[in-house]
């Protein structure tokens, strides 16, 4: 990053500092903060938390996101915010990963049994209500599986 910071110094008289910020994917605050003396430092603290989020991520296999991650932190006594949380996993590149929904697999048809034949295929249109009834079977999620 010092390098980055050291070349825009050098071509300043040159091109815009604005200019070089974008093309160099700076931020022009924090290139005048760096020519001030007060640029950005990880602090032990923030090394430490980032190093607790990662090892979090990585134990459960990186299904977890910056919510489950807070409350597993809190459990063991961590005081950590949401915040810092989502900023240090997007600064590291972790994302959770998203579970496939559940898509249920209710007609197995290679089966090999039988099935019970379209009975209504050769009869006649009915011509009132409930003289013909068909029922279907259908997959219905319940809270115990």
Same mark, same amino acid.
């Given at each position: $990053? ?5 070349? +825009? ?79 240090? $996993? ?12 559940? +898509? ?42």
């Amino acid at each position: $990053m010092r390098q980055r910071y050291e070349l +825009v110094k050098c071509l300043a008289g040159d091109f815009s500092v604005e200019t070089l910020c974008l093309v160099l994917g700076l931020s022009r605050t924090a290139y005048y903060r760096y020519l001030r003396g007060a640029s950005y430092q990880l602090n032990a603290e923030k090394e430490n938390n980032q190093q607790l989020v990662e090892q979090v991520f990585a134990k459960h296999k990186r299904r977890y996101g910056s919510r489950r991650i807070i409350a597993e932190l809190k459990d063991k006594g961590y005081l950590i915010g949401r915040y810092q949380v989502r900023v240090i $996993m997007k600064r590291v590149g972790l994302q959770a990963i998203q579970p496939k929904s559940f +898509v249920p697999r209710t007609t197995d048809s290679r089966h090999g049994k039988g099935y019970w034949p379209n009975l209504l295929l050769g009869q006649t249109l009915p011509t009132a209500p409930n003289l013909v009834w068909v029922s279907d079977i259908t997959y219905l999620p319940l809270i115990n599986g």
